[in-house]
């Protein structure tokens, strides 16, 4: 099972950007769907991003990469918003499999009015 271990969450001021980054161990990262998710405050987790998908509410403000050679997935957010603040996870799965198979620990990314 692949471990997943996210960074590059802090603070930031509305209309800012931040990069996120989870690192993937093991030799296999290239078999596995990567996602992003976050969890508000009081709610319940929420879907981001995959490659191919984007939430409706980061569309056209957040876009999702993958560099195979550093076993990493990205999460550039530019035009943040006070809604935007979340811990925010990334996930994985193999392609097909109707679970999400590994998280990581969350990162915080907090956005100020």
């Known amino acids: 099972q692949v471990q997943l271990v996210e960074s590059g969450g802090g603070l930031v001021q509305a209309g800012g950007s931040l990069r996120l980054s989870c690192a993937a161990s093991?030799?296999?990262?290239?078999?596995?769907?990567m996602a992003w998710f976050r969890q508000a405050p009081g709610k319940e987790r929420e879907f981001v991003a995959t490659?191919?998908y984007y939430a409706e509410s980061v569309r056209g403000r957040f876009t999702i990469s993958r560099d195979s050679a550093k076993n990493t997935v990205y999460l550039q957010m530019n035009s943040l918003k006070p809604e935007d603040t979340a811990v925010y996870y990334c996930?994985?799965?193999?392609?097909?499999?109707?679970?999400?198979?590994?998280w990581g620990q969350g990162t915080q990314v907090t956005v100020s009015s």
């Open positions: 093991g030799r296999t990262f290239s078999t596995y769907v």
């Open positions: 996930a994985a799965k193999y392609l097909g499999d109707t679970m999400w198979r590994s």
């Open positions: 490659s191919t």
